[in-house]
């Protein structure tokens, strides 16, 4: 059974840093696509960060708005997630959700799973993130 936990959410002052963690269990991270989602209220759920790997190694997608304050990555040997965010900004306020793909595809972008969410099998249960004015 495969289980995705987020954590390292919480309250921040705007131009603060967080680093949101996805542990993975009962599925090999390295190599698969997966993805950072929020939500805020009142609002769906857009897609910030994805990662997937070719034969050049992992490529990652960023939101235009995250792009250079947000880093994706992962780490094999603890089969985790990782979102470091820096420069947090108030509108950066949602739940942050975790999500991974069993299927391997070294010919899809990060991308490709961040404008198709269905190709997502696992989600976490979200991890709150607040960004105080």
């Known amino acids: 059974q495969v289980q995705v936990v987020e954590s390292g959410g919480g309250l921040v002052q705007a131009g603060g840093s967080l680093r949101l963690s996805c542990v993975v269990s009962?599925?090999?991270?390295?190599?698969?696509?997966m993805g950072w989602f929020r939500q805020a209220p009142g609002k769906e759920r857009e897609r910030v960060s994805c990662?997937?790997?070719?034969?050049?190694?992992?490529?990652?997608w960023y939101l235009d708005s995250v792009k250079g304050r947000f880093t994706i990555s992962r780490d094999n040997a603890k089969n985790t997630l990782y979102l470091q965010m820096n420069s947090l900004k108030p509108e950066d306020t949602a739940i942050y959700y975790c999500?991974?793909?069993?299927?391997?595809?070294?010919?899809?972008?990060?991308?490709?799973?961040?404008?198709?969410?269905?190709?997502?099998?696992?989600w976490g249960q979200g991890t709150q993130v607040t960004v105080s004015s």
């Open positions: 999500a991974a793909s069993d299927k391997r595809n070294a010919y899809l972008s990060g991308g490709y799973y961040c404008y198709n969410q269905q190709a997502f099998t696992y």
């Open positions: 990662i997937n790997r070719n034969q050049n190694g992992d490529i990652p």
């Open positions: 009962g599925l090999t991270v390295g190599g698969i696509p």
